[in-house]
């Protein structure tokens, strides 16, 4: 079975400080990953997708960036945080066309 | 105008109620998944729809990709059926999932 991590839980952050999230899966080789974000009280966006190891495209632009350093693994980070960055993210892989997302992490910008 | 529009955006239900939810599609959707948020954020798959119509248990969910919409009824309410309902459907573009804005039910004794 496919279990997916993602790492930390939460986190509080200043303005200004870097941030790396991370994002683990378990039991499938070759996943399509993806990344979301979802602002307290909102809905989810897709923010980023990568279909293999080193390959990450960008949905929306929110001063972030993702890599795919393993074929398990896919990062979310920054150098800079912004107030704006503020909220829930989750990860995400697919079987087929039907996504399962991971238990995510908040943050908080402060 | 927004490609899911998802209504109601809040929904309160005694316990034994029955109610429905819907998402209405600016545009052809290939496919459409329905998710329960629960309090701490994650996000629970309820059904994954190419066509057509699906049940599991007191939950039912159809899918009209021509008319473009879907549904999502409760059947028999129950107080851990609260939380936030996610219709999202799968555009042309590479596995983009594209969200409504979510239904938050709240079920009462």
């Known amino acids: 079975a496919q279990t997916i991590h993602q790492w930390p839980v939460a986190e509080i952050k200043a303005v200004g400080s870097p941030l790396s999230l991370g994002c683990t899966i378990k039991g499938k080789s070759s996943p399509n990953l993806y990344w979301y974000w979802q602002a307290t009280g909102g809905t989810l966006q897709q923010l980023f997708y990568s279909i293999t190891v080193g390959q990450v495209e960008s949905v929306v632009q929110l001063n972030l960036s993702a890599s795919r350093p393993k074929d398990d693994q896919f990062i979310l980070s920054t150098e800079k945080l912004l107030l704006s960055h503020s909220g829930f993210y989750l990860c995400a892989w697919d079987r087929g066309r039907e996504q399962y997302f991971g238990p995510g992490t908040r943050l908080t910008v402060l | 105008g927004m490609p899911v529009e998802q209504n109601p955006p809040a929904l309160s239900l005694y316990e034994g109620a029955d109610s429905g939810l819907r998402c209405n599609f600016s545009t052809t959707m290939k496919s459409v998944q329905w998710f329960q948020q629960n309090h701490r954020g994650r996000l629970i798959t309820l059904f994954y729809l190419a066509q057509g119509t699906k049940e599991n248990g007191r939950l039912k969910s159809t899918f009209n990709s021509k008319e473009r919409y879907s549904t999502l009824h409760i059947k028999d309410a129950q107080l851990e059926d609260s939380g936030t309902y996610f219709c999202?459907?799968?555009?042309?573009?590479?596995?983009?999932?594209?969200f409504g804005q979510g239904t938050s039910l709240s079920v009462v004794p």
């Open positions: 999202a459907a799968e555009t042309s573009s590479f596995s983009k999932l594209v």
